[in-house]
């Protein structure tokens, strides 16, 4: 999705001019894919635009680095406080926010511990992930043949740039068969999640979406509509998911902060009913919640 340029990105303690925001080829994590990253939405509320759930967001990105050895020279709340003034000097209501820390220039070698690490967040307008009618007419979802990270071989629950090939491959292979995402499975079989969202199944009125353990990502999305959903009175919670439950589900919807909730109808050409009930109401009350419409979740808006 092409990126339309906003007049300011943070690197390293300071706003530059986005033409500015260069970095050298020898960059250590291009060479080697060790950096870490976050995906965060700011949406217009009546307070103003406000960063939806940027604490949790933040606390991910430490949490990554933190599984890869890498120290963050920023602590959470200089990101928090750094995130805001991005958004701000864009003079955008609503922006896709993508933090990164990375390893820099000056080492070469896979020893990453002489490398400095360094810190961006840039921002820019970005619509709809999966397309504008993902809700109501839904995405085809295709099994990938490439297997999601065993932990054992990268972490799946950091958010790291290298995880990002096994996503590619299984996102590129998807939309080559004339599907519109990948659906991926953990070594074990078990379903992880899709190349850039959680999924969810519904079956026998129980809400189901795989664990950390079965390689998911925890995602910040995931936890938002599980709490959605409980208030909704639906019996959601994580639990192990075969690819049975899907072909099978009463209703699929996978979701992520730039997806949102995304509606599947069908799963390996096997149809979902789409969009079910339960669907509907969980994507309009995260709409609600993300423009600060529900009180109940005000408090995940956080303000400039
Ligand atoms: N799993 C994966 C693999 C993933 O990339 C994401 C987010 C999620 C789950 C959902 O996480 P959360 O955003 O915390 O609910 N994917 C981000 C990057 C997408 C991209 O193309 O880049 C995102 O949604 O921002």
Redesign the pocket.
Known sequence: MPITPTPKIWMNGELVAWDEARIHVLTHTLHYGMGVF???RAYATSDGPAVFRLTE?IQ?LHRSAHMLGMEIPFSVEELIAATKATVASTGLDEC?IRPIAYFGYGEMGLNTLPCSVDVSIACWPWGA?LGDDAVEKGIRLKTSSWTRHDHNIMPPAA?TTG??VN?SLAKVEALRAGYDEAVMLAPNGLVA??????IFVSRHGMLLTPPLSAG???????N?VITIARDLGFDARTDNLARSDLYIADEAFV?????EVSAVNSVDDRSIPCPGPMTRAIAAAYSDAVHGRDDRYRHWCETL
């Open positions: 976050e995906g965060i967001h991910r896709y992930y958010k995880n990002y996503s999640e899709c190349s850039g969202e959680n998911a990502l925890e995602g910040i999305t995931q938002t979701c992520g902060t730039a997806a």
